[in-house]
């Protein structure tokens, strides 16, 4: 017998457009995130395009979609062990691991402040560190606190054992659901810096990410808005940003990650609004800026104080005395090589498929960079960066058009 109800594995922006999409079309939709939160990537950055609006701006509606939405049964700290079944009947085992908080709202700031553990804070890529009681930003969802039982001190452990709406026991536990037709939204994770060893990722502390760029940018993140050099907190005045940063390399991502080059021209708009006398100069390939991103990029590029170099960068080397970074740079217009010194370098690393390396337990067909190129004839869709490089706007649009799939599945069988 055929099931009407639709699985959305992955609970970032393409997800959740997924999940209300078929939900407000009458179906009963099972939204299932392995992290605490939805909101995925797109909570993680300072604004997106095409608006250039903080993320709260989307993601607030979306959350109210699916609290006044009875059809939508999501599920968090939430991952899909196994599948067995068929297209129109699919058993899936999904585990959730313990929160270990109430599930109404409590307000645990001044007890979370009041804890001595800590632990390294991999929602803001290592830029600061979290107590083990957490929500990753103001407007998190669900507006419930997280409890990391492996960053408690012995003190934590005892204070929060007396507390009746924190449960330390709580255990794993696993369900099982019935469904017709899956989304398979899982998104992307940055390429991982440590293995450019050349342009000095992971050893030179002024050396970040695009990622760790949108952190330091956000009023949420580590340094309150406030774009600092990790090293000692000042203002840099001279910034470099390195296009393909792990991109269109054979070595590393053989395609083009789509986002990159806008992502670090908005980048470079945050610097010169917060410091108007900051210069920033990208070294890039190829700038591509499709569709209607040209006229912002034309914009952008229009500043005096921004410099955009047609080169690859050879070498990213620290000055052990001032924290400063040098670049080996080849401009290809000059047809000359040069050393360059700047404050601080943010690499434009690539969007890699959150399933490379980590495939799910389905039947379901993948590129050897981890994207789904199959599975529709199985009633399993992809949506968003899980099929390819795209932007919010597009994740969004994908995750639609996925969802419609999955309805056309489970109402013809």
Known sequence: M??????????????????????EVGHEVYLVEKAPFLGGRVMQLNKYFPKLCPPSCGLEIQFQRIKKNPNVKFFT?????????????????????????????????????SLTGETENAFEFGLASRKPLYVDVPFAFPSRYALDGSALSD????????????????????????????????????YDVTKLTNLGAGEITN?????????????????????????????????????????????HLGYCSYICCMASLKQAVYMREQYPDAEVVVYYIDLRTPGRYDKFAEKVLADDKLKAVKGKVAEVARDKASEDVWLTVEDAIEGNKSKERFDMVVLATG?????????LPLDVEMDEEGFIIGGEDKGIFAAGCAKQPLDVMKSAQSGTGAAMKAVQTVRRR
């Open 207 to 251: 050396c970040i990410s695009n990622m760790q760029m949108e952190r330091l940018a956000s009023a949420n993140g580590p340094t309150s808005g406030h774009i600092l050099r990790p090293s000692d907190g000042k203002p840099p005045k001279r910034v470099a940003f390195v296009q393909c940063a792990g991109s269109r390399d054979e070595n």
């Open 2 to 23: 055929s099931n009407n109800s639709i699985l959305v594995i992955g609970g970032g922006f393409s997800g959740i457009t997924a999940a209300l999409e078929a939900a």
């Open 77 to 113: 700290m939430a991952e899909v062990a196994a599948v067995s079944g068929e297209a129109g009947s699919y058993e899936v085992t999904v585990k959730i691991k313990p929160r270990h908080t109430a599930p109404n709202n409590v307000d645990y700031s001044k007890l979370a402040e």
């Open 351 to 359: 969007m890699q498929p959150s399933l490379a390396g980590t495939p």
């Open 155 to 190: 003190s934590d452990r005892a204070k929060l054992s007396a507390d009746e709406t924190i449960d330390l026991e709580e255990q794993e536990k696993e369900i099982t659901l019935s469904v017709g037709s899956i989304v398979v939204a899982t998104g992307w994770k940055p």
